[in-house]
Each structure stands twice: as C-alpha cells, then as structure tokens.
C-alpha cells in the first residue's frame, strides 16, 4: 500500500490494481505450467537449456522477453525496435545497385538514406536469432506453403506465394505510407502510448481481421 | 542519457545485431512467427498474437516510462494523420492478412525455414517499399497531411498525468488478459 500512496493513488484503486496482478501473475503460472510437458525436459541437464529447447513458450514469457528487450533498446542504442524502415532502405540499395546514384535524387531516399544502420543490423540479428530458435528446439522445418492456407485453398505452391507476394507488396506500401509496422506502429509506438500508433494497430488490426473474414 | 555509447556507431551497429538475435529468439518461441498462428489471430481463433504484443506493451512500457523519468531514455513518438496512419494501417492491414505475416515475422519465419515468406513475403514486401519511394511525391504534396495529429500522447489526448495514463494502461490490459483466459482463448 505503501508503494501506492507514492503515486498518490486512492485506496480502492489501489486494491483493484493489487487484485489484478494477483489474477495475471495466477494465471501465468498455470499457462505455463500446462504448456510446460516434462517430457520436453528429459534429455536436458537444466531448467534453462531446457527451456532453449522448448518449441514454444508461453504467450505471456516471449511478450515480456521482448518487453525488456525494449528498454534495453532505447536505453543502449536510443532506438526504438522496428523492422519496415529496412526494408526501405535495403529496396534503396537494390535500386542504387542497378541504377546507380540517380535513384538517390528520389525524394524518398533523400528522407531514409539507403545503408546499413542499427535497424538494419537489427533484422539481420531477428533472421539469426528465429533460426537459433528453431534450429534448437528442431522446429525447423523448410516448408512451402503453410497449414491453414492449403487446408482452405490446396497445396498448390505457385498459389500460396502469389498471393504472399501481392500480400507482401501491400504489407511494403502500407507500413512506409503509415510510417511504421506491427513493430515500430503496433509494438514499439503503443508502449510509448503514442497516439498514431494506436490507431495504426487499430487499422492494422481492423483490416486484417475483414480480408481475413473475408477470404476464408 | 547514454549519449556517448549512442554516438558509437560500430558498438551500435553490433548492438542492433544482438538485439535483433534475442527479438527473433523470442517471436519465434512465442510462436508468432507461424503462418497458422497470425492467421489464427485475424480471424479472432487464437490470441497468441495479442497476448505477445499487449504484454510486449505492458512489460515495456512499464520499463520506458520510468526510465524516462530518470532523465535515462527519451521517447520516440511518431506523427500522425488520417492520411498516412489510417489509410496506411488499412492497406497494411489487407497485405497482412493476405501473407500470413508482417515485416518482422516474416523474417523470423525465413529463419524457421517457411518459404512462402521468403519467396513471397520479404520479396514483396521489398517491392512495395520500392513503389512506395515512386509514389512518396504524390502522397507527401496531397494525402500524407490530411487530418494532421501530429506526435501527441495518449495522455495529451485524454488530458490525465503520465502516471495515470500508464497505470491505466496497465490496469486494462490485465483485465484483458484475464477475461481472454476466463473466456479460453
């Protein structure tokens, strides 16, 4: 109660925030404990190498691992993490590769230079860091087409990545023309409690469930 | 502020690297890097795609906000308008839900070994950053501006203490969480 009264808060408040956490840190415990098999720790010698070699984790525990991850990276680095200004920046470098130093008079480049930078180092470090993952819990796996698409739409390859590609140009015009992604918008952006960014993840959100609705 | 470690580009860039190991790590553990689990969340089947984002949200932003009261971090807020958010999140939306995944995951996924988001994803979404830079012109003189908001917080917008807007946060994200679980999601 102590620690309320530094903020000021009113008794009620207080005891509705205390309640709460009581509730989430309940329910952490039991989700992990029923996602947590013992089998998966059988060859193992220790918790945490067994916890590396774990397919997946709790919603909640890879959530708070990135969480962290955050203050970390604007602490060290002052940067928020975000993954679709490299895309730009790599598409730059392709364009500058082929057509040389006229793309760099395109007004765009101009804004977001074309290079390497922390953001790029970054999506580097996230393609290394899911392949440790699943390389070591042997959740890798080199697939073709996924689940619940061929359930709904057959195996048909040529298909399935039409529709990623056009998905994924849309994905590339919208997050630059919103100026942010699901990482930098919906992630890094909502826990600054800034205001474009809820409503990037509400749009994300919203048309993504439609076309979802939609299609399937 | 850490100012002199932030001006080190090649600690920074090495920085960037390891960083970006232990959010791929993480996505890919929180499974979200799965083509059946995003897709699960857009047609409101499975919520594991929330739960990471909103406690990403809570975890960090509990980190942020006093850290930033420590004179420690500084925020990084992004400006806003109907015309570049809204109908840049709308158009993202479509393309997400059509792929499977988003910029980030679809790299996590690469990683993992899916191809359709290599083949399809990275490279699609390298073409649309392209065609982006050809339209930029248009969109910057006539659509970017439109309802201009600016770099507001939500606590500038609902006019309450910074404490009380994280502590808010807070509170309706666990409450979330625990009617999601009440509800078996």
Known sequence: MRFCEKFSLRRLKCLWLTVLLALLGWFLAADMLAQTEPEQFQNTSSAASGLLAMKSWSPYLAGAGIGILSWFAFLLSDHPLGVSTAFA???????KAVRGDRTLEKKYYQRFEPGIDWEWMLVVGLLLGAFLSAGLSGDFVLTFTSGVWADRFGDGVAWRWLTAFVGGVLIGLGARWANGCTSGHALSGTMQLVASSWVAAAGIFAGGVVTALLIF | ??????????????????MGIFFGFFLQKGQVTKYDVIMGQLLLKDFTVVKVILTA???????IYPLKRMGLVQLHPKPGSIGSTVVGSLIF??????????????VGAVGQGSLDALFGGVTGILVGAALYSVIYPFVAKFVQDLG??????????????EVKMVLGMTMFILAFFVLLEIFGF
Do not use: D, N, W
């Open chain 1, 89 to 95: 920046k790599t598409s730059g470098m392709i364009e």
């Open chain 2, 1 to 18: 502020m850490l100012k002199k470690l932030h001006e080190r580009r090649r600690v920074q860039l090495l920085l960037g690297l390891s």
């Open chain 2, 57 to 63: 949200i809570v975890v960090g932003m509990l980190g």
């Open chain 2, 93 to 106: 939306g479509i393309g997400f839900a059509l792929l499977g995944y988003c910029p980030g995951t679809a």
């Open chain 2, 148 to 161: 201009f908001f600016g770099e507001v917080t939500l606590q500038e917008v609902f006019h309450v203490s």
